[in-house]
């Protein structure tokens, strides 16, 4: 059993940077390929970023290739998510989720692969 915490959200300008950690517990995330997604109000959870066990492998969403960066730490049992040139469509609340995976090179980006979540931290981009 995994248990994660997201950390970092919150209210910002149009233009402006977050980072967002997610910090893990219960088991090593080394084994898993680990993903961020984010839910605006009544629209599906959509893949934001994912990065393979190793860290070696990541993909981006569309929308935010350019701008967002997603990182891990294992020995920290954390991974982040750097945000810059934030909009106003970036508005969300943003979970952090872990996948089982063998490959160390994986990467998942559908919310069925993923197999524990966090509860989600809320960001607000202001035009």
């Known amino acids: 059993q995994v248990q994660l915490v997201e950390a970092g959200g919150g209210l910002v300008q149009a233009g402006g940077s977050l980072r967002l950690s997610c910090a893990a517990s219960?088991?090593?995330?080394?084994?898993?390929?680990m993903g961020w997604f984010r839910q605006a109000p009544g629209k599906e959870r959509e893949f934001v970023a994912g990065?393979?066990?190793?860290?070696?492998?990541?993909y981006y969403t569309n929308s935010v290739k350019g701008r967002f960066t997603i990182s891990r730490d294992n020995a920290k049992n954390t991974v982040y998510l750097q945000m810059n040139s934030l909009k106003p469509e970036d508005t969300a609340v943003y979970y952090c989720?872990?996948?089982?995976?063998?490959?160390?090179?994986?990467?998942?980006?559908?919310?069925?692969?993923?197999?524990?979540w966090g509860q989600g931290t809320q960001v607000t981009v202001s035009s």
């Open positions: 990065v393979s066990r190793s860290g070696s492998n990541t």
């Open positions: 219960g088991r090593t995330i080394g084994s898993y390929a």
């Open positions: 989720a872990a996948a089982n995976v063998v490959a160390s090179g994986r990467i998942y980006s559908t919310v069925n692969d993923y197999i524990y």
